[in-house]
């Protein structure tokens, strides 16, 4: 959810060897340097840029005895790896461990302008060393790199998982992580951290599927990592003496004025948009059919745009290992067959002949309507002026079609 310049991994590499190097040595003292380590869970605020929106996670190692204070980062990718567009496409992306000085971290996300949150962890010692030891694991050069998944693998989910085997699997939280009874699905919490932010959105809605839409748990709701923090605030350790809290205290470490409230873009919202479109060609329509003008040209144009939409929608509901993807309505609206089959539309056009094709597009886009409430996928309100235009030109085709031929 958040890009660290690359160079995070140069002086994370060159780091760990010592961090751990010092955590192996001294057997003087031994107590007093248990004593001082800590770890805790970092929440950073949402940013600008369509990955950041979701926050993201990191944990912190503090070891002040030894002068010792880094962040270890799941969240590391690059858009210099070769194909980076196509791996994101496909869902191929791998992400990377990186490890860097606290101070370097957090110098990042001042110049940012994100918040950062920190929630001290109330570990023994036992489990600092078993959190230690498997932090030092991944980071080796063989386990650092990851496959990436936005809902199922993520900055938020990989700390969480790590802290959780490093107390046994005793952490307990005050609900139920497992039932789906949330009333929340993916698209929801999408919904809910892109609030001000439509264009993303509009785009993430177009290419999220039915999936996206199916309850899910509490669990589940944790790659968001703002969720991930609630959780933990209100989680305990379990053991034999009793619970004790997971987090023993909270830390505001970088603040910012929320900036979400007066956010407003200078462009106009995705249905603003799709409606003023819908205008244009009704008002395109209406002209023609007063001069007895077919204007085929604004059909090549329209079917076009909606036929390389629906390729973009096919090739992720085919070949993406995106979760959330397939299978998607939107198709129905948007697909292939719009700029595969434009030839015919336009040669039956120009002669001015039956079209079979816009008939049975004119049938599905009218039955995707008249359905909308009872879809079982959420269906975001721009697309449906975008519907109502294909709707439109497809009638005035037919229509001329038929008069033409009586």
Request: charged share 20%; aromatic share 14%.
């Amino acid at each position: 959810m958040k890009s660290i310049r690359h160079s995070y991994l140069t002086i994370g590499a060159a780091c760990i060897l010592f961090l751990f190097c010092l955590t192996a040595q001294g057997q003087n003292n031994e107590q007093a340097r248990h004593d001082s380590i800590r770890f805790s869970l970092l929440t950073c605020g949402s940013g600008e840029e369509i990955y950041s929106l979701f926050g993201h996670t990191a944990i912190r190692y503090e070891n002040p005895t030894r002068g010792i204070d880094y962040v270890f980062n799941y969240g590391i990718f690059s858009f210099n790896t070769p194909n980076f567009i196509l791996r994101f496409t496909l869902g191929e992306t791998d992400y990377k461990l990186g490890v860097a000085p606290f101070d370097y971290f957090t110098e990042e996300y001042k110049y940012l302008q994100r918040d950062v949150r920190q929630q001290v962890l109330n570990l023994n010692q036992t489990e600092k060393e078993k959190l230690a030891a498997q932090l030092e694991e991944n980071y080796r050069p063989e386990n650092r790199v990851y496959r990436y998944n936005f809902f199922y693998d993520n900055c938020a989910t990989r700390p969480r998982d790590q802290i959780e085997r490093a107390t046994g699997g005793s952490i307990v939280y005050p609900q139920d992580m497992n039932s789906t009874d949330t009333g929340k699905t993916y698209r929801d919490l999408l919904h809910q951290y892109t609030e001000n932010h439509l264009w993303s959105r509009f785009g993430m809605d177009l290419c999220m599927g039915i999936p996206a839409d199916k309850p899910i748990s509490r669990r589940q709701m944790m790659f968001v990592p703002f969720y991930l923090e609630e959780c933990f605030d209100q989680a305990s350790i379990q053991t034999p003496q009793g619970n004790r809290p997971l987090v023993c205290q909270s830390v505001n470490l970088v603040s910012f004025p929320s900036s979400e409230a007066s956010h407003q873009d200078w462009y106009p919202s995705p249905l603003a948009a799709s409606l003023t479109l819908f205008i244009i060609i009704a008002l395109i329509t209406y002209y023609g059919w007063r001069h007895q003008k077919r204007l085929w040209g604004v059909d090549l144009a329209l079917f076009a745009t909606a036929g390389l939409a629906g390729c973009i929608l096919a090739f992720l509901a085919l070949f993406s290992q995106h979760p959330a993807v397939s299978p998607n309505l939107m198709l129905f609206v948007f697909h292939p067959f719009h700029i595969l089959l434009l030839p015919y539309v336009i040669r039956q056009a120009r002669k001015g002949r039956k079209d079979w094709y816009l008939l049975a597009n004119l049938i599905v886009l009218t039955l995707f309507i008249l359905l909308l409430p009872v879809l079982p996928q959420k269906i975001n309100l721009a697309v449906l002026p975008l519907a109502l235009c294909l709707i439109v030109r497809s009638a005035n085709s037919i229509i001329f079609s038929y008069k033409k031929n009586k």
